[in-house]
């Protein structure tokens, strides 16, 4: 059974880091391309940051290039959202996403609320 669990969310200040984590089971990290989403109320999910499974290739969207970094340890088959310098704009509740075998499975979500 795949699953994708997420934590590491939680109350940041302005300015702050954080890291959060996507624990895969059932599939290979090292084989497959992971995603992280993050969604506001009454927006869509948007795709923020991936990592594919060949070359280690990542990209981003622009409202988070060059402040959040994305990585996998394949040991663990986690892989980690590295969120720095975040702002009020970054609150939302951030997703996991794999496509595995052509299907698509999400985590259950994480908060991430910045506020001072």
């Known amino acids: 059974e795949v699953q994708l669990v997420e934590s590491g969310g939680g109350l940041v200040n302005p300015g702050g880091s954080l890291r959060l984590s996507c624990v895969a089971s059932?599939?290979?990290?090292?084989?497959?391309?992971v995603a992280w989403y993050r969604q506001t109320p009454g927006d869509e999910r948007r795709m923020i940051a991936g990592i594919s499974s060949v070359g280690d290739v990542v990209r981003y969207a622009d409202s988070v290039k060059g402040r959040f970094s994305i990585s996998r340890d394949n040991a663990t088959n986690t892989v980690y959202l590295q969120m720095n310098n975040v702002n009020a704009e970054d609150t939302a509740v951030y997703y996991c996403?794999?496509?595995?075998?052509?299907?698509?499975?999400w985590g259950q979500g994480t908060q991430v609320t910045v506020s001072s």
């Open positions: 059932g599939f290979n990290v090292s084989e497959n391309g």
């Open positions: 996403f794999a496509r595995y075998l052509i299907i698509p499975y």
